[in-house]
């Protein structure tokens, strides 16, 4: 039998990067196994979902590459997959439930249950209904028809327990004390998580549920409703959750947790998705850079640990640089050229696509965010530089400042070819004669050529820029200082 997965988001939110490895997960498993990846969207919470979120939930998955054979957008032959389009479909398993005797229908008030709980927790229970809000079919019906509206429960038997082996973490047991009669059914008839998150995974034909540790205790519940519709359950895996450095649950305070703010702030998908990958898994040899059909090839789900895995944004950050390092110089321009692009307000002309051309490769290596490379390069593209002030006072006010620019205009005016030795031989021979090092010797002239202390490698830079601009921001900058 193929393995048929599923990844099951609630478009309650922006796909996260917990959700993220979920689905990664998931990919990574099939992907490995030859099976079938499902997307489904959880979307019974009329309230909380919106298209905008579902939407978000998609783009993310197709940016980061994760691609998936049925399920939402692509079909297949089980409908939508889409929950709020099958309430029919989850009213009739509880409907049969009921009728089997696996589930009942509670008239219970919300002040009798608040009662009950109350008394469990002094007890030191879980509540478990023990057939208290149980009336028999015929009485429900009666009140039914006379207009009551019941919540369906399911019946877990006691004493009793559920075991499964979890992928992750081994053998669990929940002890069916500790374990509700659930709601499935509520009683404006529209199914809980439990009830739709099962009937789905069981018509949907799923073998292996793998998801968040935080539903763990929802799988003996999902256990006994699989078994109580008949069917067999799939082999649940649970994954742990993702901290911060500090040790706490991963949310804002660690930085963006959307995909889509990380894809704004100039990460690659491949790194991320890699990054992603490790964060529980380990290939092995301690290898961490590891493109995707590498990982396919040696993914395995049973040696994923069940520790919670820290997510740090300044590894994510180093493992970005490392990816763009790899890029093609040209596919390092097109991936910059959007947020150059945005940052300029217009578009690049052909004269700026030479100089954008000439800088990037030395623009490559010191980037480890595609949004960092606007600001570096942004002095070659602007008819006029603006001056950093901090810069300007750091480097220009001090004295000698004036002769370093009059030596630096005169030799490089002089120069008959035009590129990086020739102006790197010149202004070492001009600082050699002044007698200055090359920091005191070259900042002034960075400055005035690209308005800050930081910049591209210079001699680079000049070369980019070309002689007749180079000469006349110097003599524009040699204005200012004097
Ligand atoms: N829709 C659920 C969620 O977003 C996941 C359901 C599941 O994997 O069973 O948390």
Same mark, same amino acid.
């Given at each position: 039998?193929?393995?048929r997965v599923r990844f099951a988001p609630s478009p309650t939110g922006?796909?996260?990067?917990?959700g993220?490895?979920t689905?990664?997960?998931n990919?990574?498993?099939?992907? +490995?196994?030859?099976?079938?990846?499902i997307l489904r969207s959880d979307d019974t919470d009329e309230q909380r979902s919106t298209? $905008?979120f579902a939407?978000?939930i998609?783009?993310?998955?197709?940016?980061?590459?994760?691609?998936?054979?049925e399920g939402i957008?692509?079909?297949g032959p089980h409908g939508e997959y889409r929950q709020s389009g099958r309430l029919e479909r989850y009213q009739e398993v509880a409907d049969q439930l009921v009728?089997?005797?696996s589930a009942?229908s509670s008239?219970?008030?919300?002040?009798?249950?608040?009662?009950?709980?109350? &008394?469990?927790?002094?007890?030191?229970?879980?509540?478990?209904?023990?057939?208290?809000?149980?009336?028999?079919?015929?009485?429900?019906?009666?009140?039914?028809?006379?207009?009551?509206?019941p919540t369906i429960r399911f019946?877990v038997?006691?004493?009793?327990?559920?075991?499964?082996?979890?992928? #992750?973490?081994? $053998?669990?047991?929940?002890?069916?004390?500790?374990v509700d009669d659930f709601v499935i059914l509520r009683s404006d008839r529209t199914p809980t998580y439990h009830l739709a998150s099962t009937v789905d995974d069981v018509d949907y034909g799923i073998t292996n549920v793998i998801r968040g &540790?935080d539903l763990l205790s929802s799988t003996p519940k999902h256990i006994l409703l699989t078994e109580a519709m008949g069917a067999?359950p799939a082999?649940y895996?649970?994954?742990?959750?993702?901290?911060?450095?500090?040790?706490?649950?991963? +949310?804002?305070?660690?930085?963006?947790?959307?995909?889509?703010?990380?894809?704004?702030?100039?990460?690659?998908?491949?790194? !991320?998705?890699?990054?992603?990958?490790?964060?529980?898994?380990?290939?092995?040899?301690?290898?961490?850079?590891?493109?995707?059909?590498?990982?396919?090839?040696?993914?395995?789900?049973?040696?994923?640990?069940?520790?919670?895995?820290?997510?740090?944004?300044?590894?994510?950050?180093?493992?970005?640089?490392?990816?763009?390092?790899?890029?093609?110089?040209?596919?390092?321009?097109?991936?910059?050229?959007? %947020?150059?692009?945005?940052?300029?307000?217009?578009?690049?002309?052909?004269?700026?696509?030479?100089?954008?051309?000439?800088?990037?490769?030395?623009?490559?290596?010191?980037?480890? !965010?595609?949004?960092?490379?606007?600001?570096? #390069?942004?002095?070659?593209?602007?008819?006029?530089?603006?001056?950093?002030?901090?810069?300007?006072?750091?480097?220009?006010?001090?004295?000698?400042?004036?002769?370093?620019?009059?030596?630096? !205009? $005169?030799?490089?005016?002089?120069? &008959?070819?035009?590129?990086?030795?020739?102006?790197?031989?010149?202004?070492?021979?001009?600082?050699?004669?002044?007698?200055?090092?090359?920091?005191?010797?070259?900042?002034?002239?960075?400055?005035?050529? %690209?308005?800050?202390?930081? %910049?591209?490698?210079?001699? $680079? %830079?000049?070369?980019? !820029?070309?002689?007749?601009?180079?000469?006349?921001?110097?003599?524009?900058?040699?204005?200012?200082?004097?």
């Open positions: 039998m193929t393995p922006y796909l996260h990067v917990g993220a490895r689905a990664l997960y990919w990574l498993f099939v992907r +490995s196994q030859g099976g079938t990846m298209p $905008e939407a978000d998609l783009d993310s998955m197709r940016w980061l590459g994760l691609d998936w054979d957008d692509v079909g009728e089997d005797g009942y008239f219970a008030t919300p002040e009798q249950l608040d009662a009950f709980r109350n &008394e469990a927790r002094a007890a030191g229970t879980a509540p478990s209904y023990d057939g208290r809000f149980d009336v028999d079919q015929d009485a429900a019906r009666a009140r039914i028809a006379a207009g009551e509206r019946k038997r006691r004493p009793g327990k559920t075991s499964f082996h979890d992928v #992750v973490r081994g $053998e669990v047991t929940f002890e069916h004390n500790q &540790e067999e082999q895996a649970h994954l742990s959750l993702l901290m911060g450095p500090d040790g706490r649950k991963l +949310s804002k305070r660690h930085g963006h947790t959307a995909i889509s703010a990380y894809r704004e702030a100039g990460y690659l998908p491949e790194a !991320l998705v890699n990054y992603l990958a490790l964060l529980g898994w380990n290939p092995g040899d301690d290898e961490t850079v590891l493109p995707l059909a590498d990982m396919v090839e040696r993914f395995d789900l049973g040696t994923v640990s069940k520790n919670p895995a820290v997510f740090d944004t300044d590894k994510l950050e180093w493992m970005n640089g490392v990816y763009i390092r790899e890029l093609d110089p040209g596919d390092f321009v097109e991936a910059v050229l959007p %947020s150059i692009e945005a940052s300029l307000d217009r578009p690049l002309t052909l004269g700026d696509r030479v100089r954008l051309d000439a800088i990037a490769p030395h623009v490559q290596e010191r980037t480890k !965010l595609l949004t960092e490379a606007a600001d570096q #390069v942004e002095f070659l593209l602007v008819d006029e530089v603006t001056f950093d002030e901090a810069s300007w006072s750091k480097v220009m006010t001090k004295p000698g400042v004036v002769d370093i620019l009059d030596a630096a !205009l $005169e030799r490089l005016a002089a120069l &008959e070819v035009w590129d990086v030795e020739a102006i790197e031989d010149t202004l070492r021979a001009m600082i050699a004669a002044l007698e200055i090092g090359a920091g005191k010797g070259f900042q002034p002239i960075r400055v005035a050529v %690209s308005g800050s202390t930081v %910049s591209p490698p210079l001699f $680079e %830079s000049l070369e980019a !820029l070309g002689q007749d601009e180079s000469i006349d921001r110097l003599n524009r900058a040699r204005a200012a200082v004097s």
